[in-house]
């Protein structure tokens, strides 16, 4: 395995690195302004001016889609192995993969639509996607079951002459308040006598067909990630045309897997950047104070941490990067212990290494006046991001104990 930059990438890099210290990092501020203000106003869910202004720049800088394989409709499209150390860099501002038209939702279900729609699903929803004039919403998580579990699911997608009508309730839909969502992928119940696995459908459904209703807005950890925001949503007797399933009914898993792979690596690889930084300001800010007559970053127990946060920060890059790899070289279902791997490893170690800044911060570490707490609230939600340490560690084990099969005959 190769994990040398070639030279395209280098080149997107050292431009990408270039854009966020000319437009993003001095921007921090004014979208936490602009967010304030309209949340003042009685409505934090308008898309903030600066991100739209910045926007534009990206793309006229080559800086836009990066994310998506190479395709006719994506010709700068890379592979994850060249995606993986540009998503870093724009992990380290949590509004700034928007920027470049590369955040999530979104990124995924471009791809799922990609992937499994149709022609006309593509002309009607991911070429407008891809030119950022729309936004979009995964509607898989419920309220009233274990989703970890997706086979619990219980929203109805019933077939009624040539179209289907949907009944249920979502939430941790990323990004459904925001006035600029028209689409949301919806993952549910089309026939629940067919075997287990078969059982859900994912089914397209524009965000303004009647019966849709946007509940309320969910805060993480007293933060409610305006204007993209995570939504509870209604849906009583939705009916859109049955033309709108993704590849059949009983198909749900199937795509499930397909999206939530790069899904899950590109959570990741951002997490890398988060972890990037927060490492940044603690160095920056253990050599600036001073206690016990000397600087914080010549006492002990501050070494020791930033040490141990480079070596577990070098670790979660490599792992990445081999699952980056592997899901370009063999595919998704070939790499499924790579992705679980880094899937746990990678948020355990944002997770310490962002708590470490905050105590090397002091109380100034949980204030509005350092990006460390929101990082907090964001590291310590991705533990639960695309199914929770639990379920990829059993996965983990299941493929480990499938490497001993003559153990099994002994018993």
């Not at 080149?11 to 967010?35: G, I, S, T």
């Not at 009583?236 to 899950?264: D, H, K, M, T, Y």
């Amino acid at each position: 395995m190769h994990f040398d930059y070639t030279p395209k990438v280098q080149d997107l890099r050292k431009r990408l690195l270039a854009f966020m210290d000319e437009h993003v990092y001095p921007n921090e501020h004014r979208f936490e302004e602009e967010v304030a203000a309209n949340r003042a106003k009685g409505n934090a869910w308008v898309p903030t001016q600066v991100v739209e202004e910045l926007k534009p720049k990206a793309r006229a800088a080559g800086l836009w889609n990066l994310f998506l394989p190479h395709s006719p409709r994506v010709p700068e499209g890379l592979s994850n192995l060249e995606y993986a150390p540009l998503c870093e860099i724009m992990g380290r501002v949590h509004f700034a993969p928007e920027v470049f038209n590369c955040s999530a939702p979104d990124t995924g279900n471009m791809e799922t639509i990609e992937r499994y729609g149709v022609e006309a699903h593509k002309r009607a929803w991911l070429d407008p996607l891809l030119r950022g004039e729309i936004r979009s919403a995964f509607l898989m998580t419920e309220p009233e079951v274990a989703s970890s579990d997706a086979t619990n699911i219980q929203c109805r997608i019933e077939r009624q002459g040539d179209d289907y009508v949907i009944n249920g309730t979502k939430w941790w839909s990323s990004g459904a308040g925001d006035p600029r969502c028209k689409i949301f992928i919806v993952m549910g119940k089309t026939d629940p006598n067919a075997a287990r696995h078969a059982q859900q459908s994912m089914i397209l459904v524009p965000r303004d067909t009647p019966g849709v209703t946007v509940v309320r807005p969910l805060s993480v950890l007293g933060y409610d990630d305006a204007p993209h925001g995570h939504m509870e949503v209604r849906m009583e007797n939705v009916r859109v045309p049955a033309s709108n399933i993704l590849l059949g009914e009983g198909r749900g898993f199937e795509i499930a897997q397909g999206r939530l792979g790069p899904g899950r690596i590109h959570h990741c690889m951002r997490a890398i950047g988060v972890a990037e930084r927060a490492l940044e300001l603690m160095c920056k800010r253990t050599l600036q104070r001073v206690a016990f007559g000397k600087p914080i970053a010549q006492q002990g127990v501050t070494q020791e941490r930033i040490a141990e946060a480079r070596c577990l920060i070098e670790q979660a890059r490599l792992l990445t990067l081999k699952a980056a790899y592997m899901m370009d070289t063999v595919g998704n279902k070939a790499a499924q212990a790579e992705i679980a791997m880094i899937k746990v490893v990678a948020p355990k170690m944002v997770n310490q290494i962002v708590d470490w800044a905050i105590q090397a911060h002091g109380a100034g570490g949980l204030s509005q006046d350092f990006p460390l707490a929101y990082m907090y609230a964001n590291a310590r939600t991705l533990r639960l991001v695309d199914g929770p340490d639990e379920v990829h560690r059993a996965a983990i084990a299941k493929l480990e104990l499938r490497k001993h099969p003559e153990e099994k005959t002994r018993q």
